[in-house]
């Protein structure tokens, strides 16, 4: 810690000293100190299937709820579009979250993101005319045969990582 400040320096970057802290990220971590919040991920330690200590990401609750209230005011402002425009155009942005967020051991919080869009989705599609049209059976037809919505995929796999 003496020296980081000095060789972030020579770049003309510093260290903020209320956000720079060192953790410990030994064998049998504690739940509670041993994570951290970087570039929108949680960082922590975990068990791999095997059984091995294995530095785990998976999207933070701050980054998740801020995507989910960024989707849901882009979806209730454009639910007059036409369907064959607006699906496209939030599959587009599920494309950019899952190309970010896309990253092994993070699967689960991207099934969670993409069943949630649903959610707000089938919300405000109700709310276009007056009556309730798509009810959850039409809606999935939607979803999933129409206009399908973009699955969730891991796009960057700590396997396919080459290391220098």
């Avoid at 041993?34 to 330690?45: E, I, K, P, Q, V």
């Avoid at 933070?60 to 005011?73: C, I, Y």
């Avoid at 369907?83 to 993070?106: M, S, W």
């Avoid at 993409?114 to 059976?137: A, C, D, F, M, P």
Wanted: charged share 25%; hydrophobic share 30%; aromatic share 14%.
């Amino acid at each position: 810690m003496d020296v980081l400040p000095k060789r972030f320096g020579k770049y003309g970057l510093e260290l903020h000293p209320e956000k720079t802290r060192l953790i410990k990220l030994g064998n049998e971590p504690k739940r509670s100190s041993r994570s951290f919040d970087f570039l929108g991920f949680t960082h922590f330690l975990s068990k791999s299937r095997k059984g091995k200590w294995v530095l785990k990401r998976k999207t933070s609750r701050k980054k998740f709820t801020q995507a989910l209230n960024n989707m849901r005011g882009w979806i209730s402002q454009h639910r007059h579009t036409p369907l064959k425009e607006f699906i496209p155009a939030i599959n587009a942005k599920l494309r950019g979250h899952y190309n970010y967020y896309g990253v092994t051991f993070n699967s689960r919080m991207l099934q969670k993101f993409h069943h949630e869009v649903s959610r707000i989705l089938h919300k405000w599609l109700n709310r276009r005319g007056g009556k309730t049209v798509w009810n959850w059976q039409r809606f999935s037809k939607l979803i999933h045969q129409w206009q399908p919505l973009l699955k969730p995929k891991i796009y960057h796999s700590y396997r396919s990582a080459k290391p220098v």
